[in-house]
């Protein structure tokens, strides 16, 4: 089963944050992990202010994840 990371609360700028690993540089609403089997198999973040950055891998194709990515910007225009 694949679901969205939760993200852990900061209490020093009081959001709820996901670590990125230095890959994504700036808040979104946008911004998502998505795990399997434990495992993170794919990220999408605002890196500026029209600019995005996906990661992915298996059981991920690079369409797949595209059409994912692109399904969560839609959405929210």
């Not at 969205?4 to 990125?20: A, E, G, H, I, R």
């Amino acid at each position: 089963v694949m679901h969205n990371k939760t993200p852990m609360w900061n209490d020093n700028s009081q959001v709820y944050q996901l670590d990125f690993g230095g890959r994504v540089t700036q808040e979104s609403a946008k911004n998502f992990q998505i795990e399997f089997g434990g495992k993170q198999v794919m990220q999408f973040g605002r890196i500026d202010n029209n600019a995005y950055t996906l990661d992915f891998q298996y059981p991920y194709s690079a369409i797949q994840a595209f059409a994912v990515a692109l399904a969560n910007v839609t959405q929210r225009l």
